[in-house]
């Protein structure tokens, strides 16, 4: 048996196929537009490849679209189709079962196959960013870091071990610790320039600590490592963007959100979630966005039903709420209603915070200040587990944060507002600032 660009065995024995499984590899870790392409090469001339069948249907899961968990199941059935006709390796093996917990509603039983093929092969770079991004899904971040830093030694002399320190890196920067985060993804990005994922945490790093001139000008300087990407690239312009935004450069925020992070009108939720969240962001800081949130609730008014992912949801919402779609919001509340009594990891996460949350920007929509500030604030406490980033989520912590001024919740707000800092190494981002100016205007108010 052969083994692929991680040094992991795979029953390909056609060179060109491994060829297009290396690909499928460098792909994946570099985000690139090439993916599936090989992926389809793969499976096209070894059509009893299971894993390449768990790979379409794992890949598939990640997009977070209802009407690709068709897909992943039809690619189950092919997998252990597959599995039935031809010998596996062990890994091969965890990657159909990893498909089958997904599908099961267990993401969390997926991680434990990857992690189970880890143990096997901890040089498998691509099982470590599967685990990676399903943690990600799910808000894992000290999860992210063990998985990570188990396999950092067996990475030490290998063709992916840039890919992995940008994984590393982001793991440090989601719990704190952002100076070996930003020393981490630097390095990695010497041994794979074309590592978004890593370029994009150092990123990251830069905006918890209240950097922007840095973080532009490493943008700037590392165009390779993300102008090839996928549409993975959008969301690095959403980085520029937030640190424009930091600098208070509001006429160029709105220049890069219509000729970068827009330019392609993609209902793919992740690039809803980076126009839905810049939007929000920017009338927060009181600019008119004119009728830019039409185009974003026209595709989330046809997601009201989806239910694959409360991160996707809340952006969808944001988008409904900004548009002033009343009745597509009232439905989004009632479909969270119904999902929270379910069973399944999922519907743990619309019950906790999910409610609570779809409430409070329902109401932050309506201008309901007090109802927006109990609910958000309410649901603070378990928005990690909706996945995503710290910096994606803080859109929410800045709405909590407004509402409650509104409702002139100062105390309670200051509270909140210092956590936020804390939780940025005690840095104080422009947002920060102006907000604990208005504060200290409405205790001096009070006082008076």
């Known amino acids: 048996m052969q083994s692929d660009i991680c040094d992991s065995p795979i029953s390909l024995d056609d060179p060109v196929l491994l060829d297009h499984w290396n690909g499928v590899i460098t792909g994946f870790l570099s985000h690139g537009t090439q993916t599936p392409v090989h992926l389809g090469k793969v499976l096209e001339g070894a059509p009893d490849f299971a894993m390449g069948?768990?790979?379409?249907?794992?890949?598939?899961?990640?997009?977070?679209?209802?009407?690709?968990?068709?897909?992943?199941?039809?690619?189950?059935?092919?997998?252990?189709?597959?599995?039935?006709?031809?010998?596996?390796?062990p890994r091969e093996k965890l990657?159909?079962?990893?498909?089958?917990?997904?599908?099961?509603?267990?993401?969390?039983?997926?991680?434990?196959?990857?992690?189970?093929?880890?143990?096997l092969q901890p040089r498998d770079t691509l099982s470590a960013k599967v685990s990676h991004a399903i943690r990600f899904v799910l808000g894992d971040a000290r999860g992210m870091r063990a998985s990570v830093e188990?396999?950092?030694?067996?990475?030490?002399?290998?063709?992916?071990?840039?890919?992995?320190?940008?994984?590393?890196?982001?793991?440090?920067?989601?719990?704190?610790?952002?100076?070996?985060?930003?020393?981490?993804?630097?390095?990695?990005?010497?041994?794979?320039p074309d590592d978004a994922w890593g370029l994009h945490a150092v990123a990251h790093v830069y905006d918890m600590?209240?950097?922007?001139?840095?973080?532009?000008?490493?943008?700037?300087?590392?165009?390779?490592?993300?102008d090839h990407c996928n549409n993975f690239r959008h969301h690095v312009w959403w980085h520029k963007a937030l640190l424009h935004l930091d600098r208070g450069e509001m006429d160029v925020v709105l220049a890069l959100y219509d000729q970068q992070i827009r330019a392609d009108k993609t209902d793919d939720y992740r690039d809803i979630a980076n126009a839905t969240s810049l939007l929000m962001r920017l009338e927060l800081d009181g600019m008119d966005v004119g009728d830019r949130w039409d185009e974003l609730a026209a595709f989330s008014e046809a997601r009201v039903e989806d239910g694959c992912l409360v991160f996707a949801d809340l952006h969808y919402m944001l988008a409904l709420s900004g548009a002033r779609k009343g009745a597509a919001?009232?439905?989004?509340?009632?479909?969270?209603?119904?999902d929270a009594i379910r069973h399944g990891e999922m519907a743990q996460r619309v019950a906790d915070p999910g409610l609570a949350a779809v409430a409070g920007l329902?109401?932050?929509?309506?201008?309901?200040?007090?109802?927006?500030?109990?609910?958000?604030?309410?649901?603070?406490?378990?928005?990690?587990?909706?996945?995503?980033?710290?910096?994606?989520?803080?859109?929410?912590?800045?709405?909590?944060?407004?509402?409650?001024?509104?409702?002139?919740?100062?105390?309670?707000?200051?509270?909140?507002?210092?956590?936020?800092t804390d939780m940025r190494g005690g840095h104080q981002d422009r947002f920060a600032q102006i907000r604990a100016a208005s504060i200290s205007s409405a205790r001096r108010i009070a006082a008076q």
């Not at 950092?152 to 940008?166: E, S, V």
């Open 53 to 89: 069948h768990a790979a379409r249907g794992l890949f598939s899961l990640m997009m977070g679209r209802a009407e690709l968990i068709a897909v992943a199941r039809e690619a189950h059935e092919a997998a252990l189709t597959a599995l039935s006709r031809e010998s596996a390796a």
């Open 362 to 420: 329902h109401a932050f929509a309506e201008g309901r200040w007090d109802q927006a500030f109990q609910n958000l604030a309410a649901a603070r406490a378990s928005m990690q587990s909706i996945g995503g980033s710290h910096a994606q989520r803080d859109v929410f912590e800045r709405m909590t944060i407004d509402a409650g001024l509104r409702a002139g919740r100062v105390e309670r707000t200051a509270l909140i507002l210092a956590q936020r």
């Open 95 to 119: 990657w159909v079962q990893a498909l089958g917990e997904w599908l099961q509603g267990r993401p969390s039983g997926a991680i434990a196959a990857m992690e189970a093929a880890l143990r």
């Open 150 to 192: 188990a396999v950092l030694d067996a990475h030490t002399i290998h063709p992916m071990r840039g890919y992995l320190l940008g994984c590393h890196a982001f793991t440090l920067e989601e719990t704190g610790d952002y100076a070996a985060a930003e020393r981490t993804g630097l390095r990695g990005l010497e041994h794979a």
């Open 209 to 226: 600590t209240a950097r922007p001139d840095a973080g532009i000008a490493l943008i700037d300087d590392h165009k390779s490592a993300w």
């Open 329 to 338: 919001a009232d439905a989004m509340c009632a479909r969270f209603a119904r």
